[in-house]
Every structure is written in C-alpha cells, then in structure tokens.
C-alpha cells in the first residue's frame, strides 16, 4: 500500500486505488530463493521500501545440499498490491518460485509458540487446565512457571494468549507461519 | 580487438585482478570509466599492463557512471565503471538509481577492504552491497577468487537480459591478489533467462482490437530502445502499415522518427497537446515498453477514461502497478511486435480506415493548436529559439544529444527531432541534475568522430563541470550548450505556479564566467546573448574540434508549456502566455 494520507487520493496523480478493489486481502505467500548471503535483505528491503506489509515472516534452508531456503510469507493488501508484491518478489535475481498459497488452493498454515507462563494457587491449575484443552505441551516447569509449547493456526495462538494474560503470561515467543499446500501434489 | 583478445586460454589459473582484465576482454569490453583508490589498486595494476581496454579517468566516481550511462545508451552495449571502496562507491550510488529508473545496463566493479577487515569499520570501508541493494538491479560481494571470474560473466547477463539495469560486484581487494581458476565466460549460472517471447493468445487479441479500434494510439518507452534497434524497425513497420497515430515517453524519442508522418511528439507532463489529447480520446491505447510514470498518465482516475489498455512489456511487475491492462502481454518488445505483425497480417491487416481518417482529422485540429508556438523575441534569446537554431542547424549531422534535468531537457525534447533510436541521452526516471556532461563523455568516448552535444542548464551543469577535466584530457570535443537563465528554471517556474513566487533559493548567484571557465581547462569558450548572432555562434562551436562551453545567455523567465499541473488531466492542459494562477489545488500541491 503506498504510503499517502486519506483525501489526498482523489486529486492525486499517485492515486493507485481508483480503478481496482479497495478491499484488503491477506495472502500467504511461499517463496523459494537461493539461500545466498543477503537474500533475506533483499525481500525485506522490498517490503520497506514500496511499504508493503509483511504479518509473519518465517525463513529456513529446506535443501542443504543445494542451498534452497523456503520464506513463507503473510502479508496483506487490495488485490493489485498482492499482485505488485509477487511480482516485485519474481523480479529478485536470487528468487527461483513464488506462489500464492492462499490462491493455488486449500492450505495447512501452522506456526509454533512459547508462552512463559508464571503464577500460583488456582491460576497456576488453570494455566495447566487450559494448556491441556489446547493440546499445548510443558516444556519446562519450575513451583511457580510453566513454559508451554503450543502449535496452531496463529488464531489458535492469538486465543491461547488471550486466555494466559491473566494468568501470569510473561513471556511469549512466536516463530510465524509455515505452510503447504493440502493434498498428495508437491506444487513446489 | 587487437591479437591479445584472441590468445586462447582465457581459463587457468590467475590472479582476481587478472581475473577482472580477462573478464571484461571476453565481454567484448572495450571502454571503462573509473577512478583509483587504495582498495582497487590491483585492478589498475592490470589494466596499467594491457591495451585492449581503454580506462577513462573521470573526475569523480558519478562522473564515471553516467559516462558508462551514456556510453550503454548510444551504443546499446552495457556500460562498465571501475570505483573505489567506501566514498568511491558511495559517489557510484546516484549514477546507479540514475540506471535503475531508466533500465539501462551498466555493471559497477568496486573495491572493497581485505575480505578479513569486513566489519571491523576499516578505512574506506563502507557496505557497499548494503548500500547499492535497493539501486541495483542486483550485486554481489565475492569473497573467494575461484568465484569471481563466474560471478563476472553472471554480472553482464543480469544487467543485460531481461529488462536492462545496473549492476555492481563488490571485490574486496584480498581476492584481487589471490589466485584463483578461471574458467571464460561459460562458466555463469543459466538460471536467469526471462521469457522474451509473448503469449500468442493475448497477441491475437491485440490485433484482432486493432482491427475495429477507431481512435488507436500507439504509446510507446524507452524499452523499445532497450529491445535494440530491430525493436524500432518492426514499430516503424506497424506504425506505416497501420496508420495509427504515434507517441512516445521522454525515454523513447528516436524509435520512431520525428519526421514520421504518424508522430504525435512527446507525451506527458510537458509533452504536446496532440499528444495528451489523443492519449485522452483514444479508444485504444497500445502502450510498448513504456510503464505508465506518473509524468505520463497525470491524475489516473481520469487518465485516458474510455480506451481499451495493451501493454506490451518485458517486466511483469510492470503491468497493472499504475493502470489496469486489459491485453497485458508479457515479452520483449522486438520479438512481441515481430508476432504481432503475423498475427495482424495473418488475419488480413485490416484497421477501421474511415473511424481512422476521422480520428486523424480530429488530430489534426489539435495540432493545429501549435502549442509549441513562443513568443520570440529580437532583444532577448528565448531558449526554445536557441534549440530551434541548434535543431536547424545540427539535425542533418550524426549527432548524439545529452542533457542535464530541467526546463532546458523539456525544451530540448519538444524542439530536438530524433530520427533514430540511441541518439538522445537523458535522465527521465531519477531525474539527475549532473547527468548530462558526464554522460556526453561517455557517448563521445563510444562515438569519436561523431556530434555530442550536451544541452544544459547553468545549475545542472555544475553539479558535474569537473569532468571538463576528463573532456580536456582526452580531447573529447563534447559541445556543453548551456541555456544560462541564471535560475533553477523549473523550480522557479513551480514558485511562481504554486508558491505565490516567493523564488527560494532558486537562482543562480556567483555563477562563473563560462568562457574564462572553459579556457581555464584548455577548451573553448562562447558566449552569446542576441538572437541576430546565435547562429553564427552555434556554427563557430559546431567548426571547433574540441570541449566547447557554449554560454547562452537566454531569457530569465520562461515558462516551459504546455503543462499538465500536478493532479490534473490530460484534457487540462495549461497553454502557456495565459493566468496560471491556482493551475494546481491543494491536492496536486502535494504532489512533485
């Protein structure tokens, strides 16, 4: 989305909105590059620098021996942003695939969270209790913390931390969304 | 090509400095603009030992990009600048955005500290893949010798394929000295091949609109240039085959010739009023390697309202950023227009001729308009007279023209007629103040025996006038028409439209004496100031075989027209000598 104050559009000759749907949309794209010294540089700066948003960024080698990184990425916008930032994503040189997840067909999208948890007496059962409903795990204990490992859709996530913050949640971790296509066919 | 070119192993075993020698030879590299400094001593240790490769030596690193600029435009081929680490390579960094916004193809070999002093804030170490990430096309740091001779020949191709652009290979100076193998130009990746040829469907469907459009319009860029000049033939072709009107973008003025019978002239902000208008009327718009600027299209929700949108270009991100495209065609421009052509003729080369003679007699009443008329005058040079002159009396040469950023490079593209394609240098995305007599180094260096002339204004052309050291030293005998009105012409025009002519800062104070300027380097100085003398004058520059600064002296307050004002429509041109007072609301005032 570019960056430009509401009233100036409908006198602006950077007016980009007119023509196309003004509604945002949140895409989830996977991105394969070369996993070459700056890659990561080179996406991120796109995003900053044409003021893209990214929701969720998470990046890993998949294939050491070729030294292919996997970036999924959440970011969101009216339909003609989303169809800039693939493009601008396909312009950079190290960049071999981009798909869009989100309209290649139904996807699992899951990310990971640590949720440091501290309280005592009833609140500390609860922290459990509820832990156990979302199917989080312990993954350290002390008399008055858990750690919980939790994986999810981040809206499990984000309704799992609504429910700690008055228990004592203190700290949390998130690692951002990773995701694959349903069914038998590889479309990376 | 001397006989060292041919000397076969272009692999084996070799220093990186070496290395970089080789390399540019097997490119074909027969020019380099650049400057010295401590981290790429090596490297001109290596070009000090050779003499197929000529190094320019620029005055300062942007002076050696928009040469290598200058040099990729009028010779199609790519640029190469050599820079130093740290201030050198800052100093590269105008001339690379320069590059990007107008897709031209140059790579940038900068030095870098010793791979081991990275990151440890060494002298003249700056981050230069860091720094030119965003204003490249893409770069590289190559820290192992055995990479750089690969990374070198992948360097020509990215800047080359695809749609052009700059590149730079950062080598840090440790790998300079280190051995490594070589193994020619073979040895890049072939990863990067971008599709030239265009969807066959979406081809057909272009022409089968040409065939009922009624008023089409051919709007054509710079890619056309970049495609190379089989691009421009093939437009030329369609153009006379169809009979539909023609214009171009300040980038792409010489594909088609000004004397062509379809031309239109430039469109855009200072582009002619048949132009805009037909761009407005249209009902069928076929936009060829040209990206819809913001100085093209004016305010897009009313940006030509009723027409049918092809858009003929090698970039994808291109099509659909500004305006939506209905027949999006993605390809390079010679191969899609060669298609193109077979699929119109194929289905009978049929276009709607009685629509088409109506629409070129509507066309024909706005050129009648003559909105390049100026009121001349015999005290005073106007400026667009003094190009008028310059056109009258140079067109018939082979001539290259640069420019600088301003009122004078508007004038100069409504006044100058280009015949051919890579004749006409200028900075239209970035719009750098600075680039034109760098770049007509460049060109002059491509094309010896050859007119270059750079038209100026006095406050662009000193942000570069220390390359007069480069154009001395090498005899180059570049013409710097300087159209001196003592001000930031097109600032103070944007003052006095839109700042109730309060003129901040926008004259020219303490300017030098040109011509005492110009024998202070051994070149020729002229100046001139009466309208009865300017063509004397300009033959007087024209007859010296050497750097001339030619100091015309022209009307202080001339406005640049036709305008469209910031946030308003083609249809809402402003035509000069009329009140331009509140041209642009509050809404445009944002805008640049």
Known sequence: MLNIKEGSTSHSAYNLRSTFSDVEERHTLAVIVENEPGVLARVIGLFSGRGYNIESLTVAEIDHTGHMSRITLVTSGTPQVIEQIKAQLGRIIPVHEVHDLTVEGPTVERELALFKVRGEGDARVEALRLADIFRANVVDSTLESFVFEITGTPDKIDAFAELMRPLGLTELARTGVAALSRGPEARI | MTGQTQTPPTGGQMTGAKMVVQALRDQGVDTVFGYPGGAVLPIYDELFQQNDI????????????????????????????????????????????DALL???????????????????????????????????????????????GQTLHEAFHVATAGRPGPVLVDIPKDVQFATGQYGGKETRSTRYNPPVKGDAAAIAALAQAMETAKRPVFYTGGGVINSGP????????????????????????????ASGEQWLGMLGMHGLYEANMAMHGCDLMICIGARFDDRITGRIDAFSPNSIRAHIDIDPSSLNKVIRTDIPIIGDVASVLGDLMEAWSARGRKTDREALSQWQARIGEWRAKDCLSFRNSETVIKPQYALQRLEALTKDRDRYITTEVGQHQMW??????????????????????????????????????????????????????????????????????????????????????????????????????????????????IRCSDPAQLDDAIMEMLDYDGPVIFDCLVEKHENCFPMIPSGKAHNEMLMGEVSTAHAIEAGGAVLV
């Open chain 2, 102 to 148: 107008d897709s031209i193809p140059i790579v940038v070999l900068s030095g870098q500290v010793p791979t081991f002093m990275i990151g440890s804030d060494a002298f003249q170490e700056a981050d230069t893949v860091g720094i030119t990430r965003p204003c490249t096309k893409h770069n590289w740091l190559v820290k192992e010798t055995d990479a750089l």
């Open chain 2, 412 to 525: 100069a593209a409504q006044y100058l007629g280009f015949e051919a394609p890579n004749r006409w240098m200028t900075s239209g995305g970035l719009g750098t103040m600075g680039y034109g007599f760098p770049a007509s180094i460049g060109v002059q260096m491509a094309h010896p025996g050859s007119l270059v002339i750079n038209v100026a204004g006095e406050a662009s052309w000193l942000m570069n006038m220390q390359e007069m050291g480069t154009a001395a030293q090498y005899r180059l005998p570049v013409k710097q028409f300087i159209l001196n009105n003592e001000r930031l012409g097109m600032v103070r025009q944007w003052q006095e439209l839109l700042h109730g002519e309060r003129y901040s800062q926008s004259w020219s104070e303490a300017l030098p004496d040109f011509v005492k300027l110009a024998e202070a380097f051994g070149a020729k100085g």
């Open chain 2, 230 to 257: 089989e691009a421009s033939k093939l437009l030329r072709d369609l153009v006379a085959a169809t009979g539909f009107p023609i214009t171009s973008t300040l980038m792409g003025l010489g594909a088609y010739p």
């Open chain 2, 54 to 97: 000529r190094h320019v030596l620029v005055r300062h690193e942007q002076g050696a990009i928009h040469a290598a600029e200058g040099y990729a435009r009028s010779t199609g081929k790519p640029g190469v600048a050599i820079v130093t680490s740290g201030p050198g390579a800052t100093n590269a960094v105008t001339g690379l955005t």
